[in-house]
């Protein structure tokens, strides 16, 4: 990660967690800090599938901690671990076969 990439992404994150600490609101506003963190530092370094798994893992996380009754933590965790792999499988066998 470049050093522009780090300095807004984690200049963003401190912003957020200013916020949090002010409004004294940590939960479930931490969810959402981390989430805005890691979508931006990814969609900074261009990495657009991470991106997209970030967004939907925090997403789904927010959704589990607000509204238990819609989305149980038992559909986020297999879903979150899913994602895990498929972006490692990519990793491998699609980004390694272009750089070839």
Not at 39 to 54: E, P, R
Request: aromatic share 16%.
């Amino acid at each position: 990660m470049n050093k522009k990439v780090e300095n807004i992404s984690h200049g963003a994150l401190f912003i957020g967690l200013g916020v949090l600490a002010l409004l004294d609101s940590w939960w479930p506003g931490l969810i959402i800090v981390l989430g805005i963190f890691f979508t931006l530092k990814n969609a900074l370094s261009k990495n657009y599938f991470k991106m997209l798994i970030s967004v939907l893992s925090f997403v789904g996380a927010y959704i589990c901690v607000q509204y238990p009754l819609m989305m149980s933590w038992s559909f986020v965790l297999p879903f979150a671990l899913f994602a895990i792999g498929a972006e490692k499988l990519f990793k491998e066998f699609v980004l390694r076969r272009k750089k070839s």
